[in-house]
T-cell receptor, first 117, second 114 residues
Framework: ETGVTQTPRHLVMGMTNKKSLKCEQHLGHNAMYWYKQSAKKPLELMFVYNFKEQTENNSVPSRFSPECPNSSHLFLHLHTLQPEDSALYLC????????????????FGPGTRLTVT | LAKTTQPISMDSYEGQEVNITCSHNNIATNDYITWYQQFPSQGPRFIIQGYKTKVTNEVASLFIPADRKSSTLSLPRVSLSDTAVYYCLVGDIISSGSARQLTFGSGTQLTVLP
């Protein structure tokens, strides 16, 4: 138990569906992250929120839309996905203080296994 | 962008010391080096972090030479439960303000044999 929870743990959706992934952290952190992990590929950082400011990876398709309503919750809204978007989506959080070494220790959730059919 | 290079896989036997080296030739002045462990179907777990020289905790040691272009994770006396993927991470997300500065390596699959 890392203090970061993700729901659902598994999700199967069609290409025309709209769904959302939810992440919640109970660690009092101020930075939250979405990662994508495809089979046999490195972890790919998708989005970062630091003190509610979003830093976006420009290579992320617009069919992925993040939302961070507060420092404890992070959502990833999904719409019109493609089969190649099937992957493990991981959420993480960290302290988020600029210049602090402890800010780099990220706590990961268990992930959501997404299958797009 | 500080890319990292790690061996794809390593095998070891129980009770041995394992050293995994990561190359990061383009590491920036503000970058820290962090290592994570990941088991199948789980999120990565923080192991150790350092900036220079040597860092040791209850789980591992991290050796960083003066030029910081590489780092070596040392796992003492590994057991079967240490079988996992180990990632080397170099970056400085927060002060750089850019997600592009965070780079996970391809990871090293460590297999500990009985």
């Amino acid at each position: 138990e890392t203090g970061v929870t993700q729901t659902p743990r598994h999700l199967v959706m069609g290409m025309t569906n709209k769904k959302s992934l939810k992440c919640e952290q109970h660690l009092g952190h101020n930075a939250m992250y979405w990662y994508k992990q495809s089979a046999k590929k490195p972890l790919e950082l998708m989005f970062v929120y630091n003190f509610k400011e979003q830093t976006e990876n420009n290579s992320v398709p617009s069919r992925f839309s993040p939302e961070c309503p507060n420092s404890s919750h992070l959502f990833l809204h999904l719409h019109t996905l493609q089969p190649e978007d099937s992957a493990l989506y991981l959420c993480a959080s960290s302290q988020g203080n600029s210049g602090s070494p402890s800010s780099y220790e990220q706590y990961f959730g268990p992930g959501t296994r997404l299958t797009v059919t | 962008l500080a890319k990292t290079t790690q061996p794809i896989s390593m095998d070891s036997y129980e009770g041995q010391e394992v050293n995994i080296t990561c190359s990061h030739n383009n590491i920036a002045t503000n970058d820290y080096i962090t290592w994570y462990q990941q088991f199948p179907s789980q999120g990565p777990r923080f192991i150790i972090q350092g900036y220079k020289t040597k860092v040791t905790n209850e789980v591992a040691s991290l050796f960083i030479p003066a030029d910081r272009k590489s780092s070596t994770l040392s796992l003492p006396r590994v057991s079967l439960s240490d079988t996992a993927v180990y990632y080397c991470l170099v970056g400085d997300i927060i002060s750089s303000g850019s997600a592009r500065q965070l780079t996970f390596g391809s990871g090293t699959q460590l297999t500990v044999l009985p």
